[in-house]
């Protein structure tokens, strides 16, 4: 790696950010190539990623493996002399930062993410909704008054919580939370609660399988989810990756830790701007890229170049 480079994390978007024709190109790389064959004999068709149908990338079992497979091509695409401190992935995208550490295998990854995608697809109770304008403390607060079961499912950043829980709880705390002074309270179109102790039985069932998946040490940290804890040993990360499913999502601390493990840039691999979106709020000191396509990750040395990090 050049001595010169910025030092650069990487992160990988969640469910939510996929988009049609995501994917378009990938399959003419070795590794896409690999994937797809991979991902066949799963029984799994990854076409939708490739067309241009929004409604068919749109379901949990398909969304959820095409994001896998499209972030971690266009990571192997990435410059060879790159700076990476660290890697963090939001929810199915932590899969994707597990395999670009090299702590999964990318074919292990993929075939995860498919069980994942499955398991919490057919996860049918429960909803979940996006607070716009409460902090993470007053959210939290409301959602232990709340009756029923209702969690905060992602810390995205500041304004930004989503909660998870029960269909009655969710709506009624979506009242609650507008007389608290929420700027909006979004419906979130997903197939169940997830992130919440609703997800128990599908998270039972993947945990059953990560354990018996070959999990090595990371070559940098991966910022777990769960904790925002910088992980460098296998075994960490099995645990905190059995947890994730019933877990929040510490995304808002995470990049905080990825700014202090050093990273000058923060590079969201994968479709759309969610996560630069995010990160120039939580960080606004550093700066953030995307790169959702094979050109913008050949291109990506010339653009940190032409605008080093203040």
């Known amino acids: ?46 076409g939708p990623a490739f067309g241009g149908d929004e409604q068919l990338i749109r379901p949990t079992e398909v969304a959820q493996p095409a994001l896998v497979f499209t972030e971690v091509v266009l990571a192997a695409a990435l410059p060879r002399d790159l700076s990476v401190v660290a890697v963090a992935g939001h929810s199915i995208g932590e899969l994707a930062a597990y395999a670009v550490a090299g702590a999964l295998l990318p074919e292990a990854a993929l075939r995860l993410a498919v069980l994942r995608g499955r398991l919490m697809a057919a996860m049918r109770d429960g909803t979940m909704a996006a607070v716009l304008g409460l902090d993470a403390a007053t959210v939290t607060r409301l959602c232990a008054e709340a009756e029923g079961m209702v969690v905060v499912a992602n810390l995205n950043g500041p304004g930004q919580v989503v909660v998870s829980g029960e269909v009655d709880a969710v709506s009624a705390f979506s009242a609650t939370a507008r007389a608290a002074g929420a700027r909006r309270v979004l419906p979130l179109k997903v197939s169940g609660a997830f992130h919440s102790p609703l997800m128990a039985g599908a998270a039972s069932e993947f945990v059953r399988v990560l354990d018996a998946v070959d999990l090595r040490a990371p070559s940098v940290p991966v910022v777990t989810n769960v904790d ?9 990360l099995r645990e905190r990756l059995g947890r994730q499913m019933v877990s929040a999502v510490h995304w808002a601390e995470s990049v905080e830790r990825l700014v202090a ?9 994968g479709p759309g701007e969610v996560l630069t979106g995010l990160a120039r709020r939580i960080a606004p000191g550093v700066r953030a890229l995307s790169v959702a396509s094979l050109s913008a990750a050949a291109g990506l040395s010339e653009r940190l170049a032409a605008d080093p990090p203040r």
């Open 228 to 236: 925002a804890a910088a992980v460098s040993d296998a075994a960490g």
């Open 261 to 269: 493990l050093g990273a000058e840039v923060l590079v969201e691999v």
């Open 1 to 46: 790696m050049s001595a010169t480079s910025p030092r650069v994390a990487l992160c990988f978007p969640g469910q939510g950010s996929q988009a049609a024709s995501m994917a378009a190109g990938l399959e003419e790389t070795d590794l896409g190539g690999r994937l797809l064959a991979a991902a066949a004999t799963l029984g799994v068709d990854l």
